[in-house]
């Protein structure tokens, strides 16, 4: 039962333009969301999380919305670069659990 | 200040062996979670631990599989009696209190390949 869904496994984007990254969530409990970056043969590395109680997080190039009555939230980065091409993945916490989605490969093209 | 390692980086072990995986946390973190990811899967949650205590371990398959983390040295996962679908990479986390609106930092995982 996946609890975190990344619906598109991959996404090119032309580098300067904007990468949009989805993801859907179906237990209401989730309060707190991240988002990871993974390169290959590496652990998943932080980005950036955004609580229930906002809406929106902003860090730098990297801004994370949450749309919590369509248990949805979004990842843009602006402007996308190359070095950007990763795998992310989000993830959401109620509780001692982070449930992981299956991830999107994003690729910048130069 | 070094971040969570993982040891070994790979492992290759025959059906039937037993697997042992290491994971040594951030310093100062007391909070460790490992993670399972299958092949064109996402990452799974295994077991939360803290010193000398499974927090939660409902991610744990009920046979085979183990994991501590005692007072000194790093956290162990276990697994017994290997099978070909264990093969996958294992990653462990830590933080430095429960995962309640804190990040946790991955170490870059250990790939088990069960021949």
């Known amino acids: 039962d996946q609890q975190v869904k990344q619906n598109s496994p991959s996404l090119s984007v032309q580098e300067g333009r904007i990468s949009i990254l989805n993801c859907d969530y179906t237990n209401s409990m989730f309060d707190y969301f991240l988002w990871y970056k993974k390169y290959p043969a590496e652990g998943p590395t932080f980005l950036i999380s955004i609580s229930s109680i906002k809406d929106k997080n902003e860090d730098g190039r990297f801004t994370v919305f949450l749309n919590k009555s369509a248990k949805h939230l979004s990842l843009h980065i602006v402007p996308s670069q190359p070095g950007d091409s990763a795998v992310y993945f989000c993830a959401a916490s109620g509780g001692n659990q982070f449930y992981f989605g299956t991830g999107t490969s994003l690729t910048v093209i130069p | 200040n070094a971040g969570v390692m993982q040891n070994p980086r790979h492992l290759v072990r025959r059906r039937g062996q037993e697997a042992r995986l290491r994971c040594s946390p951030m310093?100062?973190?007391?909070?460790v979670y490992w993670y399972r990811q299958l092949p064109e899967e996402g990452l799974k949650f295994m077991v939360y631990l803290q010193k000398e205590n499974i927090i939660d371990e409902s991610g744990m398959p009920k046979e085979r599989f183990s994991a501590e983390f005692p007072k000194e040295g790093p956290s162990i996962l276990r697994i017994q009696q290997v099978v070909r679908g264990d093969s996958a990479a294992y990653f462990c986390?830590?933080?430095?209190?429960?995962?309640?609106?804190?990040?946790?930092?991955f170490g870059p995982g250990t790939r088990l390949t069960v021949l």
């Open positions: 310093k100062g973190h007391s909070h």
């Open positions: 986390a830590s933080s430095v209190l429960d995962s309640s609106y804190n990040e946790q930092f």
